[in-house]
Structures are given as structure tokens and as C-alpha cells.
């Protein structure tokens, strides 16, 4: 038992009252870590199915452009008139205190930006399929993000979880004992001597 603890009814009270919040704070972080396991495994299969749906657009999209290039020559200089993309914002949420981004891409509808006289669908089918590539990538980069995010939080809550149950509980569950069988030692003590008391009193009524 822990010296600085005296053996009282007060200090018994209390450290039940300690034991019983860290079982409790034990049991809804062992809940939070199961939430935000459940979370994270849902987002690698989904990032696994964005980085398949990516590669197959990727191929598709070179496929395209490699015919592009076969049948208008290099398309470098065409390249040049793709504008600028700045339509993508990030904000977050939150999961179980955790905050999770979310990035969202709202391209503008603006037509491809090469002339139809000077190309052919081969580029164009290319151009469609790198904004896909690009909205893909932006999707893969939030959840990729939020993997990362949870795994730290996993990390963080476990080792709390662990302090409370390998550490902490069984520290009050122990302090709880040895004054409750402190206590007890007293009351025992305190019952033989009331008997002694009793036993001479008889005694000394009796002579």
C-alpha cells in the first residue's frame, strides 16, 4: 500500500472513487480505439480501390496520349493551353476528436482548352482522363492523410489505455485492498478489546 495513504474510511471512499473513474476513462478509450480502428480499416480499402481506379486511368490516359502524339506530333505546345487548376479546398471533421481532412475538387466547367480544328479525339479522350487521374489523386490524398491522422491517434490511445489498465487500476485495486484489510484488522482489534472490557466488567460485577 502506499505510505502517503492512511488507512481511513475517507481515504477508502476516495480511492474507490479513483478506481471506479479509471475503469470507467479505461472502458470509453478502449471504445474510442475500437471506433477509430473500424474508421481506418474502412479508409485503406478504400484507398487500396482509389490507387486501382488511379493506375487504370493512368494507363488509359498515357494510352490515349501516346496515340494523341502519334497522330499530331508532339502536343507539347498544346499542353501549354491546359489552365491553371486551383478549384480544389480542404476542410476537416471530426472523429472522436480526431480531426480528419476532406478535400474536395470542384473543377470548373470550362471546355478543353485546345482548338477542335487543330486536334483530334485521341487528345481530348487524354485530357479527360488526366482531370480524372487529378480528381483521384486529390481523393487518394485525403484519405491517405486521414490513415495517417487515425494511426497516430490509435497509437496515443492505446498507450493511455494501457497506463489505466496495466498501471493505474491495479494501483487503486491495491490501495483498496490493503486499506480495506486495514480496516478490517481494526475492527477486529477493536472488537476483542470491547470483549476484554466486557469479559473484567462481568468480572468485577460478579466479586
Known amino acids: 500500500m502506499n505510505n502517503q495513504v492512511v488507512p481511513t474510511k475517507g481515504n477508502l471512499l476516495a480511492v474507490k472513487k479513483s478506481l471506479s473513474l479509471s475503469?470507467?476513462?479505461f472502458e470509453l478509450l478502449d471504445r474510442k480505439r475500437?471506433?477509430?480502428?473500424?474508421?481506418?480499416?474502412?479508409?485503406i480499402e478504400r484507398a487500396a480501390n482509389i490507387q486501382d481506379?488511379?493506375?487504370?486511368?493512368?494507363?488509359e490516359a498515357y494510352a490515349a496520349l501516346q496515340k494523341a502524339n502519334i497522330t499530331l506530333g508532339i502536343c507539347d505546345e498544346l499542353s501549354c493551353t491546359v489552365p491553371l487548376d486551383n478549384s480544389l479546398t480542404l476542410t476537416y471533421r471530426s472523429v472522436m476528436g480526431v480531426?480528419?481532412?476532406?478535400?474536395?475538387?470542384?473543377?470548373h466547367n470550362n471546355p478543353i482548352p485546345f482548338g477542335l480544328n487543330s486536334t483530334n479525339i485521341t487528345l481530348d479522350?487524354?485530357?479527360?482522363?488526366?482531370?480524372?487521374?487529378?480528381?483521384?489523386?486529390?481523393?487518394l490524398a485525403e484519405v491517405e492523410n486521414s490513415v495517417y491522422r487515425l494511426a497516430v491517434a490509435i497509437k496515443k490511445t492505446q498507450k493511455?489505455?494501457?497506463?489505466l489498465k496495466n498501471i493505474m487500476i491495479p494501483k487503486f485495486e491495491e490501495t483498496v485492498k490493503?486499506?480495506?484489510?486495514?480496516?478490517?484488522e481494526k475492527d477486529r482489534e477493536e472488537?476483542?478489546?470491547?470483549?476484554?472490557?466486557?469479559?473484567q466488567k462481568s468480572k468485577g460485577q460478579e466479586a
Open 34 to 43: 475500437n471506433i477509430l480502428i473500424r474508421e481506418m480499416m474502412a479508409l
Open 99 to 107: 480531426e480528419i481532412p476532406t478535400v474536395r475538387y470542384e473543377p
Open 53 to 59: 481506379k488511379i493506375d487504370n486511368t493512368y494507363d
Open 125 to 139: 479522350d487524354a485530357y479527360k482522363k488526366f482531370c480524372e487521374v487529378k480528381r483521384l489523386t486529390a481523393e
Open 191 to 199: 472488537f476483542s478489546r470491547l470483549k476484554v472490557i466486557k469479559s
Open 23 to 25: 475503469q470507467t476513462g
Open 178 to 184: 490493503n486499506i480495506s484489510d486495514a480496516l478490517e
Open 160 to 163: 493511455r489505455a494501457n497506463a
